[in-house]
């Protein structure tokens, strides 16, 4: 499939269900910690430079928010959790949110779960992998910040990381940096074969 990465825009924000876009465009779901890198990953992918917003405020956005990418592909920014500033009631909202989306859109093709590269998954990390693994739903885990670690050491924080999440080896890993576009390529082609 051909696809014009240039050509994406934000489509929609959703709280719920009724405002998912309706139709049969295949989307892919991303989802991590605040500042994990999400929206850099975003815009690293699509190649501009403030699509998503890199915000300094993380926890900020808490709506699903919907990028069209050619009208052939969705990307559905997931907001970031794990935000220790907001209320209980607020994260119970979040948490319906999210599982609404996750468990009923036929749509979703797969999840692009983020991860640090540089520490050992959150609680936070290894919950959300595992109601994705108790769901079904296919899993591209991406490890961001690489440029943070020394080369020599990335197979060591990878192996620790597939340890603490028990990771599923049919799932793919990818090393990622939106600073030095290492697994630019590994990303695309991992979306891509969710999608075809
Ligand atoms: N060095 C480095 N910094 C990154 C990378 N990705 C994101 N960041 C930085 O991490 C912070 C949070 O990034 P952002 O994309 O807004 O995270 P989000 O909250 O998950 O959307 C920002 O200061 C980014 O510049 C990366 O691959 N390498
Ligand atoms: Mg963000």
Do not use: C
């Not at 994705?132 to 296919?138: C, E, G, N, Q, S």
């Amino acid at each position: 499939m051909e696809i014009n990465t240039h050509n994406a825009e934000i489509l929609l924000s959703a709280a719920n269900k009724s405002h998912y876009p309706q139709d049969d465009i295949p989307e892919i779901a991303l989802a991590g910690r605040s500042n994990v890198g999400k929206s850099s990953f975003i815009n690293t992918l699509l190649n501009r430079k403030n699509l998503a917003r890199t915000s300094g405020k993380p926890g900020k956005t808490q709506l699903l928010n919907f990028f069209n990418i050619d009208d052939k592909l969705r990307f559905v920014d997931v907001p970031g959790y794990g935000y220790a500033r907001v209320s209980k009631k607020e994260r119970e909202k979040w948490g319906r949110m999210i599982e609404e989306y996750l468990t009923s859109r036929e749509n979703l093709r797969a999840v692009v779960s983020l991860v640090d590269l540089r520490h050992d998954p959150s609680a936070d990390d290894v919950q959300m992998y595992e109601f994705l693994k108790y769901y079904d739903i296919p899993v591209i885990l991406v490890a961001t910040k690489a440029d943070k670690i020394p080369r020599g050491k990335w197979n060591k924080h990878e192996s620790a990381i597939k340890k603490k999440l028990d990771f599923d080896r049919n799932d793919d890993f990818i090393l990622f940096s939106s600073v030095t576009k290492d697994g630019l390529d590994a990303a695309w082609d991992a979306i891509l074969s969710k999608i075809q």
